[in-house]
Each structure stands twice: as structure tokens, then as C-alpha cells.
């Protein structure tokens, strides 16, 4: 009995192993599953790796919150994961399989992924260490570690892709020397682009305007500057809709920008009742030159100039003109301050004694038609406006030498309206 259990065991044990060294495209089973087995283990254990070595490195370093080296190794932590199958590839290659095609595809695949690994670090690293440039200089903005994070990462792909095909073996330098010509064309046709790309280099270089600033260029945009772009600049416009705008108009135009200013300016005419007194017009310039002198929301000088003038006599009124900063530059902020300033010279006038002018017209009559009737007119008590008495005298002969009458604030039509009332 013993001998035939010995007998069976043996047959199996021939029976795997004829099953074992079996050939699927020139690979044995047992090749294949010990592959498989390696695999298997280096995707279990990879996330275990990855973290092993990540509270290694934050152990060295510092470990706060926002520092370089956490910010560093908090991006390369995806891409250490990778590690455990590229070795697990690679002892697969090396000292499992023995069909040379097989070893050569499966270290280029190895090779590839050691490649696609380093250029993707690379690629996200890239971001925290221009981060550090920030504030270091003037020229480094936000805007130029924008652009060189863009640019950095497009040479870093493109750096990346030329290494994997090398390693496949196809060489870029004759593959892109015979697209010469078509290389031609294309710059031809792409000019537009580069004119784009470099005078989005200017406008960063110059510091015409960052994100965030308030820009106005006439004829184009006006908004909120949300990205400077390789070939465009997102303006957000305050209908809150992007505008994509190419930076050659940027680069080619004048620009205000607003976000720049170190105050704000108020310019006012404000025009006067011609029955204003001297005296009244010069209480009025006093009382609202010490309102803006006394005022700490107002830029004085000699920081800035604030005139409050008698500037000239309009057609309906007497103009003052106000002529002021703020030191803000808040719009809305600005709209505080300025109606501030509105109420006080209301107040002022109203305290004077004096009136706003508004636009009128007078008119003169050579000829007084025969049996036209006449009203006087009086001013209402308070106020600088003629109206029309209750009970009016009746001229029913109009007096032949006031033919060419002055202003028509006595006349009026028979059953006509006044003006003024």
C-alpha cells in the first residue's frame, strides 16, 4: 500500500511538473506565475513602502505645515509608490524569464516607467520650488512663477516624451530634422502664437499689471485680471463674464491700471444761484475747503492738491469747482467718501443761504402785441423763484413805451403758465 501511494505521488509530482515547464509563447508556466506571485507582492506592499519613506523623510525635515520639504515630499508621494514595481519588473526581467525578446521588452517597459516616473516627479515638483522664488524680487510675482511653473512643466513633457522614445528606440532629433519644411510652415502660420508668447513674457517682465489688478484697456477689456497666460489673459469683467484676451493687444496698447493708483479723485463743478451774495459765495469755498482739509478720508497737501475754487460764471450758474483725493482706493469706498462729501456741501449751501442752479433759459420780446395782458409778479417769501400774485392786476392797456420789454419774469400770456412755477 505504501509502495503505490509512493507510486501516485510521483506521478503527480511528473504530472506538475510537465504542467509547469509548459511553454505559452515561449514563457513556462512556472515563469509566468512566479511573475505574477513578484507582482502581486510589490502592489500589495507599495502603498506600505511609500508611507514607510514619507514619515522617514518627514522624521529628517521639520514636518510643519507649509514647509518646503513637506510640501516637496507630499508630491512625490504618488511617484514613490511606483517604486516597488519598477524593482519588481525588474527582477523579473533580469533573473526570472529566459527568452531574450522577453527580457529586452520587459526592461524597455521598465525603463519607460523608470522615465514616465522621474519626468512626472519632476513635473510636480516644480510648482513648490518656484513657490520659494515668490517675493524674493520684484520681478518674481505671482504671475512670473505662473508663467515659469507653465513653461517649466511644457519642458519637462516634452523632455520626458523624448526619453521614452529613445528608449524604444526612435531618435527625435532626425524624426523632427525631416518635418523640416512642414516645421516652416507651421512658424509661418504660428507667428501669431509667438508674438503672444512673447509679449506675455513683457507684460510679466514689466509688471504692467498682476492678477487681481483692475485693468482698462480702451476699445478691448476692462476688468479683473484672473491669469496671465502663455498666449492669453483671462480678464474677468465686472458682468462677472471671462473675457480671453490676446497679450499682444495688452503688450501693443495703453493699459490703466487702476489697482496702481495711490488715491482717488473726486472732480466736481458745483454751480451756484446767481443771487448768491460774495459773502455767501465765499462762506460756501470756505466751508467746503475745511470740511476736506479736516477730514482724514482726503489726501491734503501738499500729498496731493484740493482746490476749492470760484472757477467762472456758466450760462445758469456760478460754477465752484472741487478738486480732490481720497485716500482710498476701494471703489466702494470711494463711493462712501464721495457721498459723504455731497451731504456736507448740501448742508453747506443750505447753511449759506444760497441755492443750486439748474439750467433755464430767458426770453426777451421786442413787441408786446395790442390788448395783451399783463401780470406783475412777485417773489415767493424764502425763495429766488417769481410766481404769480393771487389776485393779479389786470394792465388791460399796456403802456406803448414798454414795447421792448427785459426778461419775461413779468409777462405772461393770456391763460399761459409762468415759467418758473
Known amino acids: 500500500m505504501t509502495h503505490t501511494s509512493n507510486y501516485d505521488l510521483t506521478a503527480l509530482w511528473t504530472i506538475f511538473l510537465s504542467f509547469w515547464q509548459r511553454s505559452i509563447l515561449d514563457l513556462t508556466v512556472g515563469h509566468l506565475v512566479v511573475s505574477i506571485v513578484i507582482l502581486a507582492i510589490a502592489v500589495l506592499i507599495r502603498r506600505f513602502f511609500s508611507r514607510t519613506i514619507i514619515s522617514r523623510i518627514h ?25 516597488p514595481i519598477v524593482l519588481a519588473i525588474l527582477i523579473i526581467g533580469e533573473f526570472i524569464l529566459t527568452n531574450q525578446r522577453l527580457k529586452d ?5 521598465d525603463q519607460s516607467l523608470i522615465a514616465f516616473t ?40 516634452a523632455l520626458g516624451a523624448t526619453a521614452v522614445l529613445e528608449v524604444w528606440g526612435i531618435h527625435v532629433g ?12 507651421v512658424a509661418l502660420g504660428a507667428q501669431n502664437l509667438f508674438k503672444n508668447l512673447i509679449s506675455g513674457i513683457f507684460i510679466i517682465g514689466e509688471q504692467r499689471f498682476r492678477n487681481g489688478d483692475w485693468i482698462l484697456a480702451e476699445g478691448i477689456v476692462e476688468g479683473t485680471v484672473e491669469t496671465i497666460g502663455l498666449r492669453t489673459t483671462k480678464v474677468r469683467r465686472f458682468d462677472q463674464a471671462p473675457v480671453f484676451v490676446p497679450n499682444s493687444y495688452l503688450a501693443d496698447n495703453a493699459v490703466t491700471n487702476f489697482s496702481q493708483m495711490t488715491s482717488r479723485r ?77 451731504y456736507a456741501i448740501k448742508a453747506i449751501v443750505a447753511k449759506a443761504g444760497s441755492d443750486f442752479a439748474f439750467p433755464s433759459q430767458s426770453l426777451y420780446v421786442e413787441a408786446v402785441p395790442t390788448g395783451l395782458e399783463l401780470f ?15 389776485s393779479p392786476e389786470v394792465d388791460r392797456e399796456p403802456d406803448p413805451s414798454r414795447a421792448a420789454l427785459g426778461p419775461v419774469d413779468r409777462f405772461v400770456r393770456d391763460g399761459g403758465t409762468p415759467p418758473g412755477t
Open 105 to 109: 521588452g520587459l526592461l524597455q517597459i
Open 59 to 83: 522624521s529628517w525635515s521639520s514636518g510643519k505645515e507649509g514647509d518646503l520639504s513637506r510640501t516637496i515630499v507630499e508630491a512625490l508621494a504618488p511617484h514613490l509608490q511606483s517604486i
Open 266 to 342: 473726486i472732480s466736481w463743478i458745483v454751480g451756484l444761484d446767481y443771487s448768491t451774495t460774495i459773502d455767501q459765495l465765499r462762506d460756501v469755498r470756505n466751508a467746503i475747503e475745511a470740511y476736506i482739509l479736516g477730514n482724514q478720508d482726503f489726501v491734503h497737501p501738499p500729498e496731493a492738491v484740493a482746490f476749492v475754487r470760484v472757477d467762472k460764471f456758466n450760462d445758469s450758474s456760478i460754477d465752484v469747482i472741487v478738486y480732490c483725493f481720497t485716500r482710498t482706493t476701494v471703489w466702494g469706498d470711494w463711493l462712501k467718501i464721495k457721498e459723504e462729501l455731497a
Open 376 to 390: 406783475p409778479y412777485t417773489k415767493a417769501p424764502g425763495t429766488n423763484r417769481t410766481t404769480a400774485p393771487t
Open 118 to 157: 522621474i519626468f512626472w516627479a519632476l513635473f510636480e515638483v516644480i510648482g513648490p520650488l518656484c513657490a520659494v522664488l515668490d517675493g524674493r524680487t520684484p520681478i518674481f510675482s505671482k504671475a512670473m512663477i505662473g508663467w515659469t511653473v507653465r513653461v517649466g512643466r511644457a519642458i519637462i513633457v
Open 174 to 185: 532626425p524624426v523632427l530634422a525631416s518635418f523640416g519644411l512642414v516645421g516652416v510652415a
